[in-house]
Nanobody, 123 residues
């Protein structure tokens, strides 16, 4: 079982950038598909991006496509979300997750969640 911890959140002005990191422990990281989700105040938790176990296939929600980049380094048991051109509507708690399946661009069979890191984008 993999355990996940997010970091890198903070306060940034609109148009700025942040890089989120998801650090994993355990033996199964390199065989797990991974994803990023976010939950804005008063909203449901939504899909942001997905990456397959090898890092060769990625998917993005329409709202972040072209601005965010998901990546992973299996040698370091780490996943990243590079966020550029941030907008106030990107403000949310961001969560990383591990799962067993990718279907219609989204991660399913969640086996582990991080506890979240807060991103606040000011206008």
């Amino acid at each position: 079982q993999v355990q996940l911890v997010e970091s890198g959140g903070g306060l940034v002005q609109a148009g700025g950038s942040l890089r989120l990191t998801c650090a994993a422990s355990g033996r199964t990281f390199s065989s797990s598909h991974m994803g990023w989700f976010r939950q804005a105040p008063g909203k449901e938790r939504d899909f942001v991006a997905t990456i397959n176990w090898a890092g060769s296939i990625t998917f993005y929600s329409d709202s972040v496509k072209g601005r965010f980049t998901i990546s992973r380094d299996n040698a370091k048991n780490t996943m990243y979300l590079q966020m550029n051109s941030l907008k106030p509507e990107d403000t949310a708690v961001y969560y990383c997750a591990a799962g067993t399946t990718i279907a219609t661009a989204r991660l399913y069979g969640i086996t582990a969640w991080g506890t979240g890191t807060l991103v606040t984008v000011s206008s």
